[in-house]
């Protein structure tokens, strides 16, 4: 199993990014797909988790109701969607996969090896 993420990048707070997790290694209905993000300093948070196989999606922590998550299958990629950032949004993102009922409780099973955003005031 991989994961990859790219898209992160340096950005003034007000812009948006789209983060993208690509996935290989096993059948891509099999594992849910969670967004995380650590800050300088601070415990890991999670963001979201999106279920290929069905679709299902939550969302989770300070980011709820700011950025959303969706799928390209044909890619096997799951992108995380960050409008209007914030500095406090400055932290490096990681994606992970696991089972749903692992993914939601942040307990995955592989994870990428995660990209910085920086958010400048």
């Known amino acids: 199993v991989q994961l990859v993420e790219s898209g992160g990048d340096l950005v003034q707070a007000g812009g948006s990014l789209t983060l993208s997790c690509v996935t290989s290694?096993?059948?891509?209905?099999?594992?849910?797909i969670g967004w995380f993000r650590q800050a300088p300093g601070k415990v890991l948070e999670g963001i979201s988790c999106?279920?290929?196989?069905?679709?299902?999606?939550r969302y989770v922590g300070s980011a709820q109701g700011r950025f959303t998550t969706s799928i390209d299958y044909n890619k096997r990629t799951v992108h995380l969607h960050m409008p209007d950032v914030k500095p406090e949004d400055t932290a490096v993102y990681s994606c992970?996969?696991?089972?749903?009922?692992?993914?939601?409780?942040?307990?995955?099973?592989?994870w990428g090896q995660g990209t910085q955003v920086t958010v400048s005031s």
């Open positions: 992970g996969a696991a089972a749903w009922s692992y993914c939601v409780r942040g307990e995955m099973r592989y």
């Open positions: 290694g096993y059948d891509f209905d099999d594992y849910a």
């Open positions: 999106i279920e290929p196989s069905n679709g299902k999606t």
